[in-house]
């Protein structure tokens, strides 16, 4: 009799502990589930910036004249308004084409391609 009731105070000792432990996995689960919501919210946010930086360029790419694309295509590699974007301070070309597309353009893209690096810092930690 003796001996059942140390091995049942064994068990309530168990019982106990893996109680602790479970509670633990719960928080840690818990705490894993939020973290995928934000990476879920995060990646969500860095496709529509995508969207919207594709949709301004090819908007800004249709502003340039077929001359002007074959000029940059030509003086400085440049095929795409992204291309263009990253690489207008190489030449007087790009800069000036560059300059030439709608400002409000230039602008949202600016705040698409600021809001897709934020996003990616969210992704990264």
Known sequence: ME???T???SLQDELGSLQVVLGSLQDELGSLQDEQEVR???TEKWQAA???IQALG???WSQLSAERKADLAHTAGISDFMELYYNYRTSATAMT????VDADIRRFVDAAIKLKREVNLLLVF
């Open 40 to 42: 879920k919210e995060a």
């Open 50 to 52: 995508s969207y919207v």
């Open 3 to 5: 001996l059942m009731k």
């Open 97 to 100: 084409a560059y300059m030439s």
């Open 7 to 9: 091995q049942l105070g």
């Open 58 to 60: 090819e908007m800004a």
